[in-house]
């Protein structure tokens, strides 16, 4: 199971993009949010969560995802409960991957330390110790996925279908939908 999670302000594409390409590449995947069942995003886009952070289970999942979003990244930087689904994650070796201001979330625990990782430009100084590479569209290192921005929600979804079901799985999502860059 993916788990995205959705917290008031998200970047509604940052959400919904890589969501459709993993369910696209049959990969489970829950919208999950901080309460209730509508989340509102950034530009007034209700989305429908399927399920709260209450019920996240980490023995079932394979990959925690955090869509950007300044207010959106804030709410789940504030949310206790976040932080400590996101150690934990860390500590079972579980996939974390996160876009635009998402990445911080995962800076903040030093998890990006060493490793390769993208970020919204005003934010890459809040990746700790990370290698950023400010060109690149998505980049996966370890068990961890990171994405630029808003417009990069493409190559971080076919990123994430890459990571968990391999290059294949994501040239065939990516032909299908005709996504070429």
Known sequence: MVYLFLAPGFEESEAVVPADLLRQAEVETALVSLSGNAVAGAHNITVQADLTVDEVDLDQAEMLVFPGGGAGVENLWNDGR?????????????????LCAGPILLGRWGLLDGRK??????????????QVLPEARAVLDGKFVTGHACGSSFDFGLKLVEALRGREAAEIINDRIFYHR
Not at 82 to 98: F, N, P
Not at 117 to 130: C, E, I, N, W
Request: charged fraction near 25%.
């Open 82 to 98: 976040v932080s400590a689904l996101i150690q934990e994650a860390a500590r079972r070796d579980i996939w974390l991957a996160a």
């Open 117 to 130: 990782a993208v970020s919204y430009p005003t934010r890459q100084d809040q990746l700790g110790r990370a």
